[in-house]
């Protein structure tokens, strides 16, 4: 009986040591990112699957919207 919970805890013990693989496994395919998801939480302005307008829009928003230089007025 002592061999045996020794024997058990032994092997609880080794399976809490494990490491689960942590790898992102999806069927899901990526797509540009011009492309658009089809929701509702887009610009306005911008056409979902339009490059150049995705560019643009892009440029923008890190030229005034994050650029810390230009918003220190």
Do not use: I
């Amino acid at each position: 009986m002592k061999t045996f919970l020794m024997a058990a805890t032994l092997v609880v013990g080794l399976t809490a040591c494990g490491e689960k693989p942590q790898a992102l496994e999806t069927n899901q395919h990526d797509s540009a990112a011009y492309t658009g998801t089809g929701k509702a939480f887009v610009n306005k302005d911008w056409n979902p699957g339009d490059k150049g307008s995705w560019e643009s829009h892009m440029k923008a928003r890190g030229q005034y919207g994050q650029n810390d230089y230009t918003r220190m007025n």
